[in-house]
């Protein structure tokens, strides 16, 4: 099993999710988080002082697939989540050791 973990913009998370819905990922967890990348939420000059970093809403997706899904899953997520500007996000990508649905017990890609 594999678990992505999506940082994108807040206003793709609706064409995300239905999308991963669509090629039938079953569960998905959302969080509300802030970030900066590379351009550091564009730097300020504030009082005279240099503003490192600046913290820009984001959400962060997190899906955990069976392996053989994760390259499709990944591939849905970029095309839906893509404005060709700074700051569209990244994608990370774990291998998960197991998972266990808590109600009956199950394990690995059963599970999921
Ligand atoms: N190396 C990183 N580690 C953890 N989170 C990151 C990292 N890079 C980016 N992020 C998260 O992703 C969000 C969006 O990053 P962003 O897309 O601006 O990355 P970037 O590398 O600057 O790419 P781009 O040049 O396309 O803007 C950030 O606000 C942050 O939450
Ligand atoms: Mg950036």
């Known amino acids: 099993m594999k678990k992505i973990e999506a940082i994108i913009r807040p206003e793709k998370l609706n064409d995300v999710k ?3 819905s669509n090629i039938g990922v079953n569960g998905m967890t959302i969080s509300n988080v802030m970030g900066f990348g590379k351009q550091k939420g564009h730097t300020q000059i504030y009082r005279g002082q240099e503003i490192v970093s ?4 984001k959400i962060k997706l997190e899906v955990v697939i069976p392996t053989k899904k994760a390259d499709e ?5 970029v095309n839906t989540s893509k404005t060709g500007e700074f700051g569209d996000g990244k994608i990370f990508v774990f291998d998960v050791a197991d998972t266990i649905r808590i109600r009956t017990g199950e394990h690995g890609d059963d599970a999921i």
Do not use: F, M, Q
């Open 18 to 20: 239905d999308a991963l």
């Open 54 to 57: 600046k913290l820009l809403p």
């Open 73 to 77: 899953v990944i591939a849905t997520i």
